[in-house]
């Protein structure tokens, strides 16, 4: 027996549930299947748990630091990791609840549990039950990638999802992967009390950054006794006892293995769209297996849109949550936005962070404008001087000609919400000289956005 609904919702991340609510107001009937957690990627393995991670890691570090505070604790600080789970476990659980209730609870909204496969373009399957609808939407999300290294399938090691199950502290904490997501785990478990190495195969960490922002990462996470080899190739795994042997090969450094008590997988993502049912569909993805899309989130397939993590547009919660916006203005509204409207922005969450709008130096310099920066340490901001926390710095890019913001960065405190000034102006259009004239609160980090906009100087030609 096949039931008809007028929409079937594949996946439950920050697309799906809500544009079902959507729908579900219109008076549509919708079915959501899930296979998995609630709130996908977010709610249950990435931003929001790991954010609570990092914040009991901040925690320790603060209390690390209080004698510079005039602050006596009167003995060593300690960390209950079953504690810190327990406390990650309550913010997040209480998300992954609020998102299932929520669709069960939701009018004209049915809720399937179990894997969704295409059985053709308008059909799918979950266990016996057969759906069909007009429309479909699939919001599936990504998993870590797990290299192919000889050894590795002898050995144990953990992703960013398994490492949620961590109520211990590892001994020595090998990191596979010099990007976003290693780089947060890599901080919180070294403030956590973990010896912490991570291997990364480029030259410089996260390399899709200006080289003074991936060096200056590099300088804050040493300066917490985190080994960073760099230039190294892992060329196999291997069980010795109960450590874990990492062996290199890089010309450039002069480590040739990292033993370590746990490993830890962080080279990248991949879209969950290898069991699908993707060709009984007639859906087209790419190599990688992320979802062809058009400016609207359509697939190649009429009726078929792809949101989130799987249709690689984005990869972020935020992006994610404007992709729902996107469909659901053109599906309902009559408002023909699309995914080319929104400015790429994105964080990264070590102490103190990095935050990121538009375009970095090299992308600017291909553009072959007039380039004028502004750049000022944390050093100069007094609030940071204020909150002992001046490492870092914040640097912006203007066309000269047209005066508007290409890019900006700040890696400093506060700098994940001071970002949200220039990126404000950036989506409306507007001068840089905005932002310059404007007056901001004192004492905070945003009010010296100002003061460096004051302070353009024409981009070099050498990096």
């Not at 219109?26 to 609570?52: D, H, M, Q, S, Y």
């Not at 399938?153 to 490492?163: A, E, F, I, K, R």
């Not at 993502?269 to 087209?284: F, Y």
């Not at 340490?377 to 001087?385: D, E, I, P």
């Amino acid at each position: 027996m096949t039931i008809t609904f007028d929409a079937i919702f594949i996946g439950t991340g920050q697309s799906g549930p809500f544009l079902a609510r959507r729908l579900s107001s219109a008076g549509k009937k919708v079915a959501i299947v899930e296979r998995g957690l609630f709130g996908g990627t977010c709610v249950n393995t990435g931003c929001i748990p790991t954010k609570a991670l990092v914040a009991s890691a901040y925690a320790a570090h603060l209390a690390s630091r209080a004698a510079e505070f005039g602050v006596t604790i009167g003995g060593p600080v300690g960390i209950d990791m079953k504690r810190v789970k327990a406390r990650k476990d309550e913010i997040s659980g209480a998300s992954n609840h609020s998102v299932e209730s929520g669709l069960r609870n939701l009018p004209n909204c049915t809720v399937y549990r179990g894997h969704a496969r295409f059985e053709s373009p308008h059909e799918v399957s979950v266990g016996d039950q057969r759906l069909t609808a007009d429309q479909l939407f699939i919001n599936v999300g990504a998993r870590a990638i797990v290299p192919s290294i000889p050894g590795l399938d002898q050995v144990s090691y953990l992703t960013n999802s398994s490492m949620m199950h961590v109520d211990f502290l590892p001994n020595h904490l090998v990191i596979l992967g010099g990007s976003y997501v290693g780089l947060e785990f890599a901080q919180m478990y070294r403030r956590f009390g973990s010896q912490v190495t991570v291997i990364e195969h480029g030259s410089r960490l996260i390399p899709r950054e200006d080289e003074d922002v991936s060096a200056a990462i590099l300088d804050i996470l040493q300066r917490e006794g985190i080994q960073v080899c760099l230039g190294s190739k892992c060329k196999s795994v291997a069980k010795q006892g109960d450590d874990i042997i990492a062996s290199l090969d890089g010309s450039g450094n002069t480590v040739s293995e990292v033993r370590g008590s746990h490993l830890l997988l962080a080279v990248g993502r991949r879209p969950n769209t290898d069991d699908l049912g993707l060709e009984k569909a007639g859906v087209a993805a790419d190599s990688h297996g992320y979802i062809q899309v058009d400016d609207q989130l359509r697939t190649n397939v009429p009726g078929i849109w792809a949101m989130g993590d799987c249709n690689g547009k984005g990869g972020f919660t935020h992006t994610s949550y404007n992709d729902f916006e996107i469909v659901a203005a053109n599906l309902l509204d009559n408002d023909p936005r699309k995914v080319s409207d929104r400015i790429r922005t994105y964080g990264l969450f070590i102490d103190p962070p990095l935050a990121r709008a538009g375009m970095n130096e090299a992308e600017a310099r291909k553009t072959g404008r007039k380039i004028l920066i502004g750049k000022r340490l944390m050093t100069k901001v007094g609030r940071a001087v204020e909150k002992s926390e001046t490492l870092g710095f914040m640097k912006v890019l203007i066309d000269a000609e047209s005066m508007r913001i290409l890019g900006a960065a700040i890696l400093g405190t506060g700098g994940d919400e001071a970002i949200h000034c220039v990126l404000d102006v950036m989506y409306a259009d507007k001068p840089y000289t905005v932002i310059q004239r404007a007056v901001h609160i004192h004492p905070t980090v945003s009010e010296l956005i100002p003061t460096m906009l004051g302070e353009l100087q024409p981009l070099g030609e050498a990096l």
